[in-house]
């Protein structure tokens, strides 16, 4: 009788131990299916500082293009949790308008191209949270390839926007970042044609309230700068 109490007490023991082993394994795998790994696209926005992103309530900036002797800027103030938009084009023309596209083109169809440049502007200054926010685009899988400028093997996507939609649908970047998942290089493909219509660097890198932003894009002919100034992130 001894004997058998033994072994069922010891029985109890094991399967209270199967149980328990079973129940952490278990939580082990709950934790693993919650933890969802993120898309190449989503690394390059958090190596760029997209979780700082919802403590933005302003940005200003300047969009300056140095082509030869010629230079031209425009200067904007973005609220972005109101889609707020000051634009200085110069010392004498201030435009300010909420980003509403449909109430835009029925108000004041001038201001339609007054938001093209913003959009164009922004484009260039906030592609890595770009890939996250925009619609409509698909972006392929991330191989390595030898980068246009710098001739120096870089990761690379191609984001493709749809044919409807948009400012300028159908247009295509082959994207270059390197192992920390920031954009080195990019080549525009105005409609997704196969030939470059701009290829540039992103470069002069600089950390603003923990946002990373490239403030300079040359081209490899060296009389080309595209470049930002006043930035400013609050």
């Not at 696209?41 to 309530?57: M, S, T």
């Not at 308008?97 to 191209?113: S, V």
């Not at 191989?143 to 710098?150: D, F, Q, R």
């Not at 540039?200 to 100034?229: P, V």
Request: hydrophobic share 35%.
């Amino acid at each position: 009788m001894i004997r058998l109490l033994t072994f069922l007490y010891f029985l109890t023991i094991l399967v209270a131990c199967k149980a328990e082993t079973k129940e952490q394994s278990t939580k082990t795998e709950t934790a693993s299916e919650v933890t969802k790994e993120l898309t190449t696209a989503e690394k390059i926005a958090q190596a760029h500082g997209l979780e700082y992103w919802n403590n933005v309530n302003e940005i200003q900036f300047t969009f300056n293009v140095d082509r030869g002797e010629n230079h031209f800027e425009r200067t904007w103030k973005w609220q972005p949790k109101a889609n707020y938009v000051v634009s200085l084009i110069s010392k004498d023309s201030i435009t300010m308008y909420t980003r509403n596209i449909k109430e835009l083109g029925e108000t004041n169809p001038k201001m339609i191209d007054v938001d093209k440049s913003f959009i164009n502007d922004k484009f260039w200054l906030l592609i890595p949270f770009q890939l996250v926010w925009d619609e409509g685009i698909t972006i392929s899988e991330s191989v390595k390839e030898i980068a246009p400028i710098s001739k120096t093997e870089l990761n690379k996507i191609i984001l493709t926007y749809g044919n409807n939609g948009g400012y300028t649908p159908g247009d295509a970047y082959d994207i270059y970042f390197d192992e920390e998942h920031l954009i080195r290089e990019w080549v525009y493909r105005k409609g997704n044609s196969k030939e470059p219509s701009m290829t540039t660097t992103f470069e002069n890198y600089e950390d603003f309230n923990g946002i990373k932003i490239a403030k300079d894009h040359k081209m490899a002919e060296g009389n080309f700068n595209l470049f930002f100034s006043n930035i400013k992130i609050k």
